[in-house]
């Protein structure tokens, strides 16, 4: 298994972890010192107090846990977060509370997930055409909607 160098920037960090054997992303701890109150619609940035050296070619991609998404309405506000193989800077969750209902987090709970995959560079190179497919140009919905 290849390794990532992981600073803890406090003591309330934790490091990254994978929940079961074939995880593909490992949850994120929230590493605030106090209990933090996320009202319904509203985005807060939670602290993870980690910073991380992910290898060059590789990103890390923020998700949602799935329980936490569903059960309580707490997910990344931007989706997916992006973490860059150049950043050294703590990680920060931007989560979003899509309930009705105010939420809290305390530090120590795991608040979103980790996952590093790949992400190579390419050289945009500009072209007058482009090879044709049976999909071409077909939009939203245009592969079907079942």
Not at 37 to 61: C, D, Q, S
């Amino acid at each position: 298994m290849e390794q990532i160098k992981v600073k803890k920037l406090t003591s309330l960090a934790k490091l990254p972890v994978y929940s079961s054997e074939y995880a593909a992303a490992a949850d994120l701890f929230c590493a605030e010192e106090e209990t933090v109150v996320i009202k319904a619609g509203e985005t807060v940035l939670i602290h993870t107090g980690i910073a991380m050296e992910i290898p060059v070619g590789y990103a890390g991609f923020i998700y949602a846990r799935s329980g936490l998404a569903s059960k309580k309405g707490l997910a990344p506000a931007n989706k997916v977060g992006v973490i860059d193989a150049d950043y050294r800077g703590e990680i920060m969750v931007a989560l979003h509370n899509h309930s009705a209902e105010e939420r809290t987090v305390e530090c120590g709970e795991r608040i979103a997930q980790i996952a590093i995959a790949a992400a190579p560079q390419f050289d945009f190179t500009e072209a007058d055409e482009l090879s044709d497919t049976v999909r071409a140009a077909g939009g939203f919905g245009s592969t079907g909607t079942k």
